[in-house]
């Protein structure tokens, strides 16, 4: 009968030696570091894990040890070179462009565009955002609201990026590749339908509602209760809003947010008319310049990575291996490269936390390419 105890002793013994041999090697590595930040070479040197794979291979005895082994070196030889970008982003040799950074973002005297019309929900968190007095304009598409940034016809603009039902407003996500702006706040907004008509409108004479078509979806267990209403879409909520202003028939009502009602002197009849409780989107604040809050709590990039096994899982280690948390990640396809794509990742935490930097750095020299799109 063998004895458990005795081979575990025998497997505490080997560890022991394996680990003291891991702290040998790895101070080696950090002055191969030494010698890297001296001399301006490249942390990764492929050529050399690739030989160093093959020559550890070669030593094995047993066949079936081979794969086992190149994992284990592998995973070695990474998290060496993530010490290596540690030692350098330590002294200083950071790769990171810089930027200005303030107290709070500015937003006296700002030119804000939203996409959408005045009383729908883009319009709300822009006001959520820099306040009802905020001088403001609007445009057709998401596109033209980037390109207003870009051409300073505005400070920033206020774009939705994800809603809690519904999930990634990718179109936007596409556009925050396509331009040079940059995130500097979020703003949360609930979607909060109201019912609205005109003054005095009663309900039990009600012959038509009014909505976007979602927003008609998402109220639908209340329209079940009235049946007998007839269900018109609108290109979005506040032109139902507007719509009902405009007509002056009370027996029209229409569903949007409350801003919408107050904008266009409706009276609220019923709120909290959503099926979904808690449904919120939330919107990104661009602006052409790099300017980022002090206290920035999130960072968003985005990366591509080559397109070979294991690539994503290696990049991610990096956010892993600094013990930093991920809360979103998405991807995207990359234009006239089918199948490939490019990854949006949000992480906790600000650009000058030490963590943060060597995340960054290690992404950076490990990608096909990256680019900062916001610490906020
Ligand atoms: O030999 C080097 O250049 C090292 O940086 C050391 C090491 C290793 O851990 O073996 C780490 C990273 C390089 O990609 C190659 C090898």
Partial sequence: ???????????????????????????????????????????????????????IKSLVEKEDNKHPIADLFSQIMANSRKGQYMLLEKMGQTLREPYEAVDEIKKEGAKVVYQGVAGAYAYAAMLD?????????????????????????ADYAVLPIENSTTGSITAVYDLLQEYNNYIVA?????????????????????????????????????LESHKDWQQISQPNTAVAAKKIFEDKDNSHVAIASKEAAKLYGLEILKTDIADEANNTTRFVIVSKTRTFVKNAKKTSIVFECVNEPGSLYNLLSHIIYNGLNMTKIESRPIEGRQWEFRF?????????????????????????????????
């Fill in 129 to 153: 955002y820099f306040g009802e007095d905020v001088d403001n304009f609007n445009v057709p598409t998401w596109k033209d609201a980037m390109e207003a940034v870009k051409e300073g016809k």
């Fill in 344 to 376: 949006f990742v949000d992480i906790e935490g600000n650009i000058n936390d030490q963590r943060v930097m060597n995340a960054l750095r290690g992404i950076e020299e490990e990608s096909r390419s990256i680019r900062l799109l916001g610490n906020y």
């Fill in 1 to 55: 009968m063998l004895d458990l105890g005795e081979i575990r002793k025998n497997i505490d013994g080997i560890d022991r030696q394996l680990v003291s041999l891991f702290e040998e090697r790895m101070r080696l590595t950090s002055q191969v570091a030494e010698y890297k930040i001296e001399t301006g070479k490249k942390v990764l040197d492929p050529e050399r894990e690739r030989q160093k794979l093959e020559a």
């Fill in 186 to 222: 979020e703003v949360y907004v609930k979607v909060e339908h109201v019912l609205m008509g005109l003054k005095g409108t009663d309900l039990s004479k009600v012959t038509t509602v009014y909505s976007h078509a979602q927003g008609l979806t998402q109220c639908e267990s209340f």
